[in-house]
Nanobody
Framework: VQLVESGGGLVQPGGSLRLSCAASGFIFSTYVMSWYRQASGKERELVARISSGGGSTDYADSVKGRFAISRDNVKKIVYLQMNSLKPEDTAVYYC???????????WGQGTQVIVSS
């Protein structure tokens, strides 16, 4: 299993970024995909999750209405569209996947997002 994130960078408050996570080594369309983030000195937290078929999504309260998770099961990519970014969104963002609850989880290497003027 390999997960490769991209799209991070420096953005001003109020700006937008789109993160991508390219997956390989497993049957992508049968796995739940998630985005987590970890700010400096804080625990890793769930940002958004999308079901294997893409029909169900969940978001952290802190990002609802601003972030959107989506997936392309043909290209094997999961996206995180981030709008109205705030300084508190600054973190390393990680892609995560698992087949079913309780099964092994896999992580990408992370991509840094910095929201600052």
């Amino acid at each position: 299993v390999q997960l490769v994130e991209s799209g991070g960078g420096l953005v001003q408050p109020g700006g937008s970024l789109r993160l991508s996570c390219a997956a390989s080594g497993f049957i992508f369309s049968t796995y739940v995909m998630s985005w987590y983030r970890q700010a400096s000195g804080k625990e890793r937290e769930l940002v958004a999750r999308i079901s294997s078929g893409g029909g169900s999504t969940d978001y952290a309260d802190s990002v609802k209405g601003r972030f959107a998770i989506s997936r392309d099961n043909v290209k094997k990519i999961v996206y995180l569209q981030m709008n109205s970014l705030k300084p508190e969104d600054t973190a390393v963002y990680y892609c995560n996947t698992y087949r079913a609850r309780g099964s092994r989880e896999y992580w990408g290497q992370g991509t840094q997002v910095i929201v600052s003027s």
